[in-house]
């Protein structure tokens, strides 16, 4: 067992080591986000086998109490504490430093796993409504009113590759991630459906096919008519720029579009992720079956679907509250 690797050549090991199993550039930001915060409790860069148990305590105690995030990239949200989950995930990041070092042989156990993490409660779920979807759809199309003329709003340049995106969102369930990562040779107009590639290690670590519909397929054409005769098989489906100097469309750039788009028409927490939800709650209120959900939203755990099937359930219950025959005509 080595005594001299430092703290950070333990992260910095680790990351090597994740890269090389094929994870995802995300989990792997999500790594180095963890370590950051840890170099901040620990500006001494100790030896990784002198970390005590304690020690990561007031590290967790620290996280919660004393530590301000202050969120940087395109859309900045201004200071804040982290959430019970954000604790929670890096609770999960250094058990997984902690494990590997035990298997590396740098350490006798994994002391993270003897510290509880701080429970979180369920996320709350916020479909859109189909109103706020329509106005959605709309912001994507046309600007703001103008402050000098109430009655006049004009077209805007993005939104045909803006309202292919949402309505993409809406129809397959995509997460963010995976809509960014879709190339024109994933998509099949003939089947209407795209193959996707979700969380996991490498390109082809989860792939699975989405299905559209004939509305969000003739978007996603038009959306394509500009690059259409220079496009080749590996390009991105979505993307941001001038059309002779066009970029990848980012999670960053995606969440910042929604975001917009939203505030222009007033839907509030617009995000991307929210369409997932949509997706999936409709989908279970129109009567598709959990085990099928759970193949297209990629889940690897039934529990995470059946979250939206509790939720849809308790909609019907609503439903069946506000629709019943015997209540209504008070028979």
């Known amino acids: 067992m080595s005594k001299k690797l430092t703290l950070s050549q333990a992260c910095e090991g680790m990351v090597r080591y994740k890269q090389a199993t094929g994870k995802s550039e995300n989990t792997i930001s999500e790594y180095r986000n963890t370590f950051k915060k840890l170099a901040l409790f620990f500006p001494k860069n100790p030896l990784f086998v002198s970390i005590t148990r304690a020690q990561l305590i007031d590290f967790f105690a620290w996280l919660q109490n004393d530590y301000i995030s202050n969120p940087a990239g395109v859309a900045p949200r201004g200071k804040r504490r982290l959430g ?18 035990v298997d590396e042989g ?4 994994n002391i993270v796993r003897k510290i509880d993490p701080p429970p979180t409660s369920p996320p709350v779920i916020q479909p859109y ?29 993005t939104g045909v590759r803006d309202k292919a995106i949402i309505m993409t969102l809406l129809d397959t369930g995509v997460r963010a991630s995976e809509l960014c990562g879709i190339c024109y040779e994933d998509i099949n107009m003939s089947s209407n459906s795209i193959k996707v590639s979700g969380k996991g290690p490498g390109r082809d670590g989860k792939e ?15 959306s394509l008519l500009p690059r259409i005769d220079q496009i080749r098989p590996n390009d991105p489906l979505f993307v941001v720029g001038a059309d002779e100097d066009w970029r990848p469309l980012t999670r960053q750039h995606l969440r910042l579009l929604v975001s917009r788009i939203g505030k222009r028409v007033g839907v509030n927490k617009a995000h991307p992720h929210r369409f997932r939800h949509t997706f999936a709650i409709n989908y279970l209120r129109n009567d598709g079956d959990v085990f099928t959900l759970q193949k297209l939203l990629g889940h690897s755990n039934l529990s995470t679907t059946l979250h939206y099937a509790r939720i849809a359930q308790v909609d019907t219950a609503n439903g069946h509250r506000k629709a019943s025959p015997v209540d209504n005509w008070r028979l």
């Not at 019970?84 to 070092?101: E, F, P, V």
């Not at 740098?106 to 156990?109: H, I, R």
């Not at 699975?208 to 038009?222: E, P």
Request: glycine letters at 6%; proline letters at 2%; aromatic letters at 10%.
């Open 84 to 101: 019970a989950k954000t604790i929670r995930n890096i609770h999960t990041n250094l058990s997984a430093l902690w494990h590997w070092g």
């Open 106 to 109: 740098f350490v006798k156990s």
């Open 129 to 157: 409504t189909k109103d706020e979807i329509e106005q959605i759809l709309k912001g994507c199309l046309k600007t703001r009113a103008w402050s000098t003329r109430p009655n006049t709003v004009t077209s805007r340049a």
């Open 208 to 222: 699975r096919l989405v299905y559209f519909g004939r509305r969000t397929g003739q978007a996603i054409w038009k």
